[in-house]
């Protein structure tokens, strides 16, 4: 069973618009962390958020937040005001059990983000 | 610049060869994780080293095999090399708090198996 989800395989949105997308989880474990990665063409992976699984309020780091909801499992990534920088992959991944230091990820297959002038 | 180095970044080689990856961690982090990147696996988890010893493994061959060296830099190495190994094999690095979660992760090595 997938344990990452994300089901847009590719997103269009305008410049200064924001964008949401997507990613639901599977886990049976109570402790669990959540993240975000920017993968743009140049190849390499740039943390961009991160959610843990007892944390109260959804993380946000400048224009991007992660919408949480634990009931459903999911773990959105919104990005405000667009910018043409972000047009890249992104992958939502998940480390299963505490954050005891050692944390293997389990990504998902990824959303291609455009963004359009 | 996520402060983690690979090297070679791009490697071309034949199948049936065998090839080195080196990785070196950011400063102070005593962890290191090998990831591979493929268009048909897309990104999983080889193996992860702590210190210099082995903790977990992954979707990771017979084929490969990595180490941890004192130093805490870390080589992947890749033999029998097949068509399908041709992929972008990254390195990450994490320190060791509990409080920390981010994994810095290199610029990657992109291997080419013809």
């Known amino acids: 069973a997938q344990k990452i989800t994300q089901t847009q395989p590719g997103m269009f949105v305008q410049e200064k618009e924001a964008v949401t997308l997507d990613c639901t989880y599977d886990t049976s474990d109570p402790s669990y962390g959540l993240f975000w990665y920017k993968q743009p063409s140049s190849g390499e992976m740039i943390f961009l958020i991160y959610q843990g699984s007892y944390d109260q309020q959804n993380a946000t780091e400048g224009r991007y937040s992660l919408n949480f909801q634990k009931a459903r499992k999911s773990a959105n990534l919104v990005i405000s005001a667009s910018q043409l920088g972000d047009s890249a992959m992104y992958f939502c991944?998940?480390?299963?059990?505490?954050?005891?230091?050692?944390?293997?990820?389990?990504f998902g297959t990824g959303t291609r983000l455009l963004v359009s002038p | 610049d996520s402060g983690v180095t690979q090297t070679p970044k791009h490697l071309i080689t034949a199948t049936g060869q065998r090839v080195t990856l080196r990785c070196s961690p950011r400063?102070?982090?005593?962890?290191v994780y090998w990831y591979q990147q493929s268009l048909d696996q897309g990104l999983q988890f080889l193996i992860h080293?702590?210190?210099?010893?082995?903790?977990a493994k992954g979707n990771i061959l017979e084929r490969f095999s990595a180490q941890q060296f004192p130093d805490l830099h870390s080589e992947l190495n890749l033999s029998s090399l097949e068509l399908g190994d041709s992929a972008l094999y990254f390195c990450a690095s994490s320190p060791r708090t509990d409080t920390y979660n981010e994994q810095f992760f290199g610029p990657g090595t992109r291997l080419t198996v013809l």
């Open positions: 400063s102070g982090d005593l962890s």
């Open positions: 080293y702590y210190n210099g010893e082995e903790r």
């Open positions: 991944a998940m480390r299963e059990g505490p954050n005891t230091g050692f944390q293997k990820l389990v």
